[in-house]
T-cell receptor
Framework: GQSLEQPSEVTAVEGAIVQINCTYQ??????LSWYQQHDGGAPTFLSY????GLEETGRFSSFLSRSDSYGYLLLQELQMKDSASYFC??????????FGAGTRLFVKA | DGGITQSPKYLFRKEGQNVTLSCEQN?????MYWYRQDPGQGLRLIYY???????QKGDIAEGYSVSREKKESFPLTVTSAQKNPTAFYLC?????????????FGEGSRLTVL
């Protein structure tokens, strides 16, 4: 079967750096995406890695290692508004994309 | 404004009734998707469509049906065969070209079965 594993919860303090890991086991792989979702809202796209390495977008960075079937999302200079759920997602082939169960991030003052 | 419109936002249904959730987009995106989200859980793929008049089952298609008669529209019917339909339903789109991997989501429809 196909699976994406990520921690269920992470807690960090305001101003800190936090890393959310994602390991995947899928029948195909085109790329790894990250999404943010606040309670009751729709997921919003954060980043996408199709090739190995680090992608940086402002305070957020995402890393991919295809040989390890592993990626992570790095959030720097944490703010209270970053408290949300974060999902990794794999495009497995063609247009199909599957999601992990999500990581709930709590940012404390 | 360009975007994805899902309706209704909230829907209550009695057991045994079919219900159709609407998803309309004016982004001119080729691919459209339906995901289901249960409280505290991730998104599970129900159906997706790459082009008009074609759609594929996702991981949890049983008890659901879709149609794609127009590029702009991808309605989802939750049938009485779906045993536990109470959930948050999200429609998403993706452009046919480009390789950013980005999905664009609507605001969702929250279905409650009474």
């Amino acid at each position: 079967g196909q699976s994406l594993e990520q921690p269920s919860e992470v807690t960090a303090v305001e101003g800190a750096i936090v890393q959310i890991n994602c390991t995947y086991q899928t029948s195909g792989f085109y790329g790894l995406s990250w999404y943010q979702q606040h309670d009751g809202g729709a997921p919003t796209f954060l980043s996408y890695n199709a090739l190995d390495g680090l992608e940086e977008t402002g305070r957020f960075s995402s890393f991919l290692s295809r040989s390890d079937s592993y990626g992570y999302l790095l959030l720097q200079e944490l703010q209270m508004k970053d408290s949300a759920s974060y999902f990794c997602a794999v495009r497995t082939g063609g247009f199909k994309t599957i999601f992990g169960a999500g990581t709930r991030l709590f940012v404390k003052a | 404004d360009g975007g994805i419109t899902q309706s209704p936002k909230y829907l209550f249904r009695k057991e045994g009734q079919n219900v159709t959730l609407s998803c309309e987009q004016n982004l001119n995106h080729d691919a459209m998707y339906w995901y289901r989200q249960d409280p505290g859980q991730g998104l599970r793929l129900i159906y997706y469509s790459q082009i008009v008049n074609d759609f594929q089952k996702g991981d949890i298609a049983e008890g659901y049906s879709v149609s794609r008669e127009k590029k702009e529209s991808f309605p989802l019917t939750v049938t009485s065969a779906q045993k536990n339909p109470t959930a948050f339903y999200l429609c998403a789109t993706r452009p046919g070209t480009g390789n950013t991997g980005e999905l664009f989501f609507g605001e969702g429809s929250r279905l409650t079965v009474l």
